[in-house]
């Protein structure tokens, strides 16, 4: 058995592949080598960068708030939740999945883990399908998650603001959710995207106001989804949709609110203003819908045809190239869209 090598980010701005032992199979458990590990660019930047709450404030989860205190603290070792892999050893009790299949699931940017089998149950990837798309599982979901949150109906007018990777795949899904959709984001290439994505309209938030643009066509959006992760991206979406419109706010914003003025558009136009994160899915959705079938109902999507994920990755790096790819993240997002890191077995520990 080779050694476990795990992508730890050792303090903000220091990314180490560290070598560990590889854990033992209990009841109930199966061995996955790691083939892909998708980076969640938005969450995994936070650790990066150490602006994410849970290193500065302590995540009370019986009362659910935030408090004095750390949940997490330097290093941090595996994050990242998008991973494929094969099932390459299983305990005696376990028939699902089968040794030697490919499945999709969470376990950190490492080269093999030991996972409970029933949180795979379900995660196979088909036969003839690229081990690649597996790595959208749960970036689909996310965006599934918002476009639920959204309530579109047939015909509705949507603006999508960020076309990042998850904001892409927001624009996909509403419009076969039967919205007319306004891409918005400052990267003309990523509009470009979006339209083949099947947006209506793409403008570019350079340009002038996303609200401006929209009212001039009709009185105002039906509801938009926030998923740049900035407060001025906020405001200017409680801006564009019309009175009583909704506001999905699913990007993961940083620090204080600058830029988010809510005795404007906000209180005059009673915007209502939802939040949507992976934690779970929309209350009144809750009797039948759950993060699980979020995940396989996009990959369906997937293997369909209808969502064509795999155009979304610019970069597939080795593992070893870990501190060169956050840098990249960092430093030049706007060149990058999913990076992957692809994992082997010869790996030797490296710093950045």
Do not use: C
């Amino acid at each position: 058995m080779w050694g476990m090598h795990v992508i730890t980010i050792e303090e903000p701005g220091l990314v180490r592949v560290r070598a560990e032992e590889p854990g033992d199979l209990a009841s109930g458990t199966v061995r996955v080598r790691t083939l892909y590990s998708g980076v969640s660019a938005g969450t995994e930047l936070t650790a990066y960068r150490g602006t994410n709450p849970y290193l500065n404030r302590k995540w009370d989860t019986e009362r659910r708030l935030f408090v004095e205190g750390q949940s997490h603290t330097y290093p941090l070792s595996g994050w990242g939740y998008q991973e494929v892999g094969e099932v390459v050893e299983a305990a005696p009790d376990v028939s699902d999945p089968p040794v030697g299949s490919l499945v999709w699931g969470i376990w950190g940017h490492r080269d093999e883990a030991i996972v409970p089998a029933e949180k795979l149950v379900g995660h196979m990837i088909p036969p003839g399908v690229d081990p690649l798309a597996g790595v959208f599982a749960r970036v689909g979901a996310i965006a599934l998650n918002a476009v639920h949150a959204a309530d579109i109906h047939l015909g509705d007018q949507v603006a999508i603001f960020g076309q990042g990777v998850i904001g892409l795949l927001a624009t996909r899904l509403a419009v076969l959710n039967g919205a007319r959709v306004v891409a918005a984001d400052a990267l003309p290439a990523r509009l470009e995207l979006a339209k083949r994505f099947g947006a209506a309209e793409a403008f570019d938030v350079g340009a002038g106001s996303v609200a401006e643009f929209v009212r001039k066509r009709i009185e105002g959006a039906d509801t938009a989804i926030e998923l740049s992760g900035s407060h001025q991206g906020l405001h200017e979406a409680i801006r564009t949709v019309r009175k009583g419109g909704r506001v999905v706010a699913a990007g993961f914003y940083q620090g204080e609110g600058v830029g988010l003025r809510l005795g404007e558009e906000f209180h005059h136009n009673q915007v209502q203003l939802v939040s949507s994160q992976i934690g779970g899915v929309a209350s009144w959705m809750s009797h039948r819908w759950d993060v699980e079938r979020l995940q396989r109902t996009f990959m369906e999507l997937v293997y369909r045809g209808e969502v064509d994920a795999e155009r979304l990755i610019s970069h597939v790096m080795p593992v070893e190239s870990a501190a060169e790819a956050f840098d990249l993240l960092d430093r030049h997002p706007a060149d990058v869209l999913q990076l992957v890191f692809a994992f082997d077995r010869s790996l030797e520990e490296t710093t950045g």
